[in-house]
């Protein structure tokens, strides 16, 4: 199988070559130029197995040229403990009858970034090998939260490379920071960027596609590559877990093979969803795919009108992986929704570049709404609803769990589809506590990494492993740039380390 460029569907690499490079050379991201089938026989057979077993098959679906056997090696490596707490893996919380949370937060750092980011760094060096390459490769990062911790850990002193995240400065929640700045690894950098996550993506975006950058890291002996979910490495193991979930539900007894489900996804740079896009255009039964958002609303807008703007406020909210306004995967679904014409992709990207909009046409539209639906949730019913829950079921949530709940029993109502559906859970209450006991009526008095013992004692929920010594981590990064500042930071982060 090869991969195409959504900026040029002419252009056509390897899997190992598209995951080596992250971004494509025209700032296009890669997608398969077909797709694999699941079929019912095949999803028959993973329902006996082992989350690592159905990882592996799925990436052995994918990418040609890497060995089974080297697949199941990295499946048996990444998911396993100590590193993820639960047996399971990604596990099915049964809330009701027709309603799942599937848990992606039970690996090293307490969020679903861990499904690839422990799978990513197994991925590229396997690349790396295939392709020849003997330089060494930097690995960068704009992060919203989330990604930068699972992407530090992942590529913590792994050899051959080095990895540097961009994050926003007052955009990420106080566990998610003391766990970036306080990162242990020889070979990491993490820096504050002064603006929002669009801010910090649209300037690594820029530093890759700066040729006299390229040229100068090359006589230096590096390339630069992403963890981001514009890396093809980052996303195919993300459709593993929604394949996984369905074997779940068919082995728990809570469907029967063949049944449609719905997914609600919280979604900010719409890597996770489109995971779960591609595993239905591989044959996995999905009825809806719903795009929760938060008061970034910026998705729910152009599923229901066809016209994405991001020309409109950004809000920080109590649900900060979802503050953006410029979803970058959204270009691999134009891409198929657009008969893979690259030359379309490149004028919507070029028009949001310029205008802050763009437009996709009645066709595009239809096939949106076949799969798609959405909404949004604002700060008040976020915290409404992790109180809901946990008064209603003992079940705690976070923030952006929260989120995706409200707006499926929005979609309920609005629809009467009751189909059984599966909430993805991205992230661990712990990791927003400040947000979670406000939520549920405790007063807040201190901060940071403090108020997770406070949160335990007041519902009575175990800490997760990875967060129990991050009150004694002392940070270690603490530089903050401009945007225009972020490509002198790679340089001397390269030249110094």
């Known amino acids: 199988m090869r991969y195409q460029s959504t900026r040029d ?74 590193g993820f707490a639960h047996p399971d893996i990604a596990p099915l919380y049964e809330l009701d009858g027709n309603t799942r949370f599937l848990e992606l937060w039970h690996g090293p750092t307490c969020a679903f970034k861990d499904m690839a980011l ?55 929640s106080d566990v998610q920071k003391l766990q970036m ?52 490495g980052r996303l195919v193991p993300q459709i593993a877990y929604y394949v996984s979930a369905y074997c779940d539900l068919i082995d728990k007894g ?94 919507y990207m070029d028009a949001l570049s310029k205008t802050g909009r763009y437009e996709v046409g009645e066709a595009a539209g239809a096939e949106i709404s076949r799969l798609f639906a959405c909404g949004c949730c604002g700060e008040e019913d976020t915290k409404k609803t992790i109180a809901g829950v946990y008064k209603k079921h003992g079940y705690l949530i976070d923030t952006h769990t929260a989120v995706a709940h409200k707006v499926l029993g929005d979609y309920r109502a609005e629809s009467g589809d009751e189909t059984t559906a599966v909430v993805v859970s991205t992230a661990s209450p712990f990791k927003f506590c400040d947000s979670v006991l406000e939520a549920l009526g405790e007063p807040v008095a201190s901060s940071g990494s403090e108020l997770i013992a406070r949160l335990a004692d007041v519902t009575g929920c175990p800490v997760p492993e990875p967060l129990k010594d991050l009150r004694s981590k002392t940070p270690r990064f603490n530089e903050s740039v401009r945007t225009d500042g972020m490509k002198k930071s790679v340089t001397e982060f390269l030249v110094n380390s």
């Open 118 to 172: 422990q799978m990513l760094p197994r991925l590229l060096i396997a690349s790396l090998r295939i392709t020849g390459e003997r330089r060494d490769v930097c690995i960068l990062v704009a992060t919203s939260g989330d990604t930068g911790k699972a992407a530090l850990e992942g590529f913590r002193d792994v050899p051959g490379t080095k990895i540097m995240v961009f994050y926003p400065r007052d955009g990420v």
């Open 254 to 347: 809570g469907i029967i093979a063949g049944d449609k489900i719905n997914f609600c996804v919280p979604t900010g740079n719409f890597g996770n969803i489109l995971a779960g896009y591609y595993a239905e255009k591989m044959g996995l039964p999905i009825n809806k795919l719903i795009c929760a958002s938060n008061r970034n609303d910026v998705l729910t807008e152009f599923i229901r009108s066809g016209v994405y703007d991001r020309n409109r406020p950004f809000y920080t909210t109590v649900s900060p992986s979802m503050d953006i306004l410029i979803s970058s995967n959204l270009e691999r679904l134009l891409f198929e929704l657009s008969n893979k014409e690259g030359a379309v992709v490149s004028g």
């Open 181 to 232: 700045t306080s990162q242990s690894g020889g070979n990491v950098n993490v820096v504050a960027v002064e603006g929002n996550f669009d801010d910090a993506q649209t300037g690594v975006k820029a530093i890759f596609s700066d040729q006299g950058l390229s040229r100068e890291l090359d006589e230096r002996g590096f390339f630069l590559s992403s963890a981001n979910s514009i890396n093809w």
């Open 9 to 82: 569907s002419g252009l056509l690499v390897t899997a190992a070559e598209a995951i080596a490079f992250g971004l494509a050379p025209n700032g296009g991201l890669f997608v398969p130029e077909s797709f694999p089938k699941l079929t019912a026989g095949k999803i028959g057979e993973l329902v006996s197995k082992p989350y690592k077993d159905r990882a592996a098959c799925i990436l052995g679906l994918f990418l040609d040229g890497f060995e089974a056997e080297d697949l199941s090696r990295f499946s048996g490596e990444a998911y396993c403990a100590p």
